[in-house]
């Protein structure tokens, strides 16, 4: 039986820490209430893993108190709830041309309505940014900027610091996307003056699907309307949602055994400690970089240098259809990676891929050099030199 090798952690990291798994199952074996809706003792249990995972979220990104932590099913609500619940009509919103469409598709769903105008800052076709481009396209009435800070495509890594000091010197409200580089990188909230941080728990954070949310100030909360309403458990007696964190924006039964799952994973991740974390997963890519750059009909697309990227890697190949490659490379090999366009459309339209998309491979914190090795020599042997 050939042995599976896992390289879609872009997409979610397959293998979580064991501590997860018991996590999870202790909650429903041992607790299985909601949060917040009753004062007996698994109900108190439940809010007590609930409030642990904010604290827990809040101490990995440097946010000043729990209650700014909301929790979502996924970064892709996250990123909906900020970016409806901010734009407002007749605003100019800046994105990027490297984005996923978890972006592109709300902003273009405000655009078509004649709400808001958007532009995108251009990306060379590494998929990086210069911060100039930011500093140009600003007008009178721009009011928000939304941009991930890596790409999903090519692990282009975007200039956060620069971009973020940028807006924050032209008032502006920054909303960043972290589906790539949250439980890799140090992001500090606080520092960087983000006004929303979008998070997703499945991917580099170790925790279940189902699970992700946002960081917010206390002033953009006051800002920002809620893009779903409804019960709370607090002020039961009014018809109107609370405007206080973090009930303004957590209506309905959350996802507590997802949470106690992510709480086991950050908590992982604080143990390990990012740099180690990083540190091994690029030294992976480094790797396999080198090694493709030998396979002379493949084409890597992105950076090429893990100072400036993330453990991701997409390629296209002379002469290949990237999906029958993909199905080969899981069928024969049992590695499994993903083809196409990855949600990001406009990403491979700046890189140069599109329609045709490319074949990505992304690394994570269960990869080893074997298995690095062994994915560079099933490529050769599928692709004649």
Known sequence: MVKKIYLDNAASSQKKPATVLKAMTDYLSNIGCSPGRGGYDCSLKAGRIVLETRLAIAELFNVPSP???????????????????????????????????SVIRPLKSLEKEHKI???????????????QELEQTIKDNTKIVVLTQASNVTGSLMPIARLASIARQRGLSLILDTAQTAGLYE??????AIDVLCFTGH????????TGGFA??????????????GGTGSI?????QPDFLPDKFESGTLNTVGLAGL?????????????????????????????????????????????????TI??????????????????????MTRSGLHCAPLAHKTIGTFPEGTLRFSIGYDNTVAEIDYVLKSLREIIPD
């Open 67 to 101: 209650e700014q932590i909301i929790f979502t099913h996924n970064i892709t609500h996250a990123l909906n709830y900020a970016i409806k619940g901010l734009v407002k009509t007749g605003e100019h919103v800046i994105t990027t041309s490297m984005e996923h469409n």
């Open 117 to 131: 105008e958007v532009s995108y800052l251009k990306c060379n076709r590494q998929g990086l940014l210069d911060p």
């Open 187 to 192: 992001i500090d909230f606080t520092e960087l």
């Open 203 to 210: 991917k580099s954070l170790m925790g279940p699907t189902g």
């Open 216 to 229: 917010l100030t206390k002033k953009t909360a006051a800002q920002m309307s809620p893009l779903i309403e």
């Open 236 to 240: 039961s007696d009014q018809e109107y």
């Open 263 to 311: 709480k086991a994973g950050v908590e992982f991740i604080r143990k390990t400690g990012l740099a180690k974390i990083r540190e091994h997963e690029l030294s992976l890519t480094a790797r396999f970089l080198a090694g493709l750059e030998k396979i002379r009909k493949i084409q890597v697309h992105g950076p090429k240098d893990i100072s400036l990227q993330t453990p």
């Open 314 to 335: 997409s390629i296209s190949v002379a002469g290949f259809d990237l999906g029958e490659l993909s199905y080969i490379l899981d069928q024969r090999y049992g590695i």
